[in-house]
């Protein structure tokens, strides 16, 4: 008799703080069939070390220690080269799961034909969307739009658009094909995420989600929003003690995508630009950020 599909659970931890011991609880307490390995990126607040007290007697669970922060994507790939499963589960550390969510996920994935990636609605902790839930491609015009606030009036306009799609009543709750999802959750099948090499880490936080969206689709796959299952993000636990780094990382990966997939990055005058833009723009971030790390 065949074993239940098996679904490995793939979570990065970087000083996730306390709640990491309840999202393994809840990834645990589930109707499916999971294995889940936590890549700890050289904790040092004890929550690792709590879920190793919890957990580590589960033969369900494993702890990949990798000695260093070697980054997102390349702790997902760490704990990929030793997952079993039919499909990897690449779950935030902050990202709450429900008792039926795998099973939901599963079903779902099923119906679409050559998945590449599927992605939920994901929600605050006060029950409101998560504007990232569903996205286009951050080409320069789209973030000009959302940056600006233009997207806002897009309304029929494609040229208006921005990199997150409006979550309004037409959309919120549909499922369909997507060039983008959040980052926070992403259930891929084995084959699909081996096929395009994984993550690519020459990101090392931020944008490594949309890299591998982008890659999926070039490669032939279907990146899928579900937005009938949803989940609760809790914003959290690694970056709100390090905003300054986190900021630094999101800009650096923000221009590595740009130069990779933007038709604009092509015309240098207009590349030299954006690289002055984006630093300028962290640059001028960096009293509020530095304010917000003081008063923590």
Known sequence: MRLPVLTSIVVVAADSGA???????????????????????????????????????????????NGKNLGFGAGVNRAAALARGD???????DCLLEADSVAQLLARAATVPRLGLLGVRIRHPDGSDEAASRRRDPTLRRSLMTLSGLARFAGGRPSWQGVNEPLDEAVRGADGPAEAVSGALMLLPRAAFDAVGGFDEGYFL?????DLCRRLRDAGYTVYYAGSIAVVHGKGGSSR???????????????RWFRRFDPAARRPLLR?????????????????????????
Do not use: Q
């Not at 499909?87 to 550390?93: A, K, Q, S, V």
């Not at 931020?206 to 949309?210: F, G, I, K, M, N």
């Not at 640059?283 to 790390?293: D, H, I, T, V, Y």
């Open 19 to 65: 709640g990491l011991v309840d999202t393994v609880r809840r990834a645990l307490a589930g109707t499916a069939r999971v294995e889940l390995l936590l890549s700890d990126n050289a904790s040092s607040d004890g929550s690792v070390a709590a879920v190793a007290a919890a957990y580590g007697a589960d033969p369900r669970v494993r702890i990949i220690h």
């Open 87 to 93: 499909h990897l589960l690449i779950l935030n550390p």
């Open 206 to 210: 931020h944008c490594e989600d949309l």
């Open 241 to 255: 003690h390090r905003p300054v780094f986190v900021a630094w990382h999101k800009h650096r990966g923000m221009w």
């Open 272 to 296: 030299g630009m954006v690289w002055l833009g984006l630093w300028t723009r962290f640059a001028a971030s960096l009293p509020r950020l530095l304010w917000r790390k003081w008063r923590r």
